[in-house]
Antibody
Framework: EVQLVESGGGLVQPGGSLRLSCAASGFTFSSYWMSWARQAPGKGLEWVANINLDETEENYVDSVKGRFTISRDNAKNSVYLQMNSLRVEDTAVYYC???????????WGQGTLVTVSS | AIQMTQSPSSLSASVGDRVTITCRASQVIRNDLGWYQQKPGKAPKLLIYSASSLQSGVPSRFSGSGSATDFTLTITSLQPEDFATYYCLQDYNYPFTFGPGTKVDIK
């Protein structure tokens, strides 16, 4: 069974930083791209970033470019999202998502809440 | 970025009804479209990929169609567990973009 477990969310002040982690199990992690997506309270879904198998390609939504960095550690079956210069509008539940090449992201974690507020 | 629109934004339906949700892309995306179901407080669940392929384990009452810019999700004989919000997603190019969602509630 595919499992994705996010951690690292919490309350942070505007301008601060946070690092999200996602532990994957139940599939061959090194064979899949991985994505992060988010959902602001009461709002729709937004894809944030993804990363390829060997970290040679990363893609980001414009609103986080230059502030967020996605990375992975295939030895630890984990993917990360480093979030810097956080803004109030980054407040959301952040989901880790498995991203099969050529198909839309399929399996989602349960999410971790990030709140940016003073 | 490719803009995705959905209609309607919400609908009320009864158990047993046939429900159709449409999604339109601002440019041609071939058949690179997925449909997701999300229930309150839960993570989204992939229902359909490549516009018309049923994800493993998803009931056959869900179907998708369309290509290029216009797509449809159909639920035949709506069940109580189908009341949820439905989103389309284009994975044709980056950034991937979602539609704004269609909330299906009980009439």
């Amino acid at each position: 069974e595919v499992q994705l477990v996010e951690s690292g969310g919490g309350l942070v002040q505007p301008g601060g930083s946070l690092r999200l982690s996602c532990a994957a199990s139940g599939f061959t992690f090194s064979s899949y791209w991985m994505s992060w997506a988010r959902q602001a309270p009461g709002k729709g879904l937004e894809w944030v970033a993804n990363i390829n198998l060997d970290e040679t390609e990363e893609n980001y939504v414009d609103s986080v470019k230059g502030r967020f960095t996605i990375s992975r550690d295939n030895a630890k079956n984990s993917v990360y999202l480093q979030m810097n210069s956080l803004r109030v509008e980054d407040t959301a539940v952040y989901y880790c998502v498995r991203d099969p090449s050529g198909q839309p992201p399929d399996h989602w974690g349960q999410g971790t809440l990030v709140t940016v507020s003073s | 970025a490719i803009q995705m629109t959905q209609s309607p934004s919400s609908l009320s339906a009864s158990v047993g009804d046939r429900v159709t949700i449409t999604c339109r892309a601002s440019q041609v995306i071939r058949n690179d479209l997925g449909w997701y179901q999300q229930k309150p407080g839960k993570a989204p669940k992939l229902l359909i990929y490549s516009a018309s392929s049923l994800q493993s384990g998803v009931p056959s009452r869900f179907s998708g169609s369309g290509s290029a810019t216009d797509f449809t999700l159909t639920i035949t004989s709506l069940q109580p567990e189908d009341f949820a919000t439905y989103y389309c997603l284009q994975d044709y190019n980056y950034p991937f973009t979602f539609g704004p969602g269609t909330k299906v509630d009980i009439k």
